[in-house]
Nanobody
């Protein structure tokens, strides 16, 4: 059974930093690309960052230059380092794995990030 557990959310002031972590289990972590999504109130869930199994990274325009995604295959974790946060970064952040063979998406429970002074 695949499980994803996010942590690290909270309240942060504009311009501050936050580090989100996602721990995976029940899957051969190193075989899959990992993604962070976010969903703000009243908005659609959007892709924030991707790290492939080969460690290539890709970012949404809104995250580029401020956020960094990384992974540790030994610990089966993926991290989203958020710097210079803005009020518009306020959202619930979700960790995601898509398994191509089964075409199944797996999601964590989400972690709330609130950027406010």
């Amino acid at each position: 059974q695949v499980q994803l557990v996010e942590s690290g959310g909270g309240l942060v002031q504009p311009g501050g930093s936050l580090r989100l972590s996602c721990a995976a289990s029940g899957i051969i972590f190193s075989d899959y690309d990992m993604r962070w999504y976010r969903q703000a109130p009243g908005k659609r869930r959007e892709l924030v960052a991707t790290i492939t199994r080969d460690f290539s990274t890709d970012y949404a325009a809104s995250a580029l230059g401020r956020f960094t995604i990384s992974r540790d295959n030994t610990k089966k974790t993926v991290v989203l380092q958020m710097n210079s946060v803005k009020a518009e970064d306020t959202a619930v952040y979700y960790c995601n794995i898509f398994v191509p063979n089964s075409r199944l998406d797996y999601w964590g429970q989400g972690t709330q990030v609130t950027v406010s002074s």
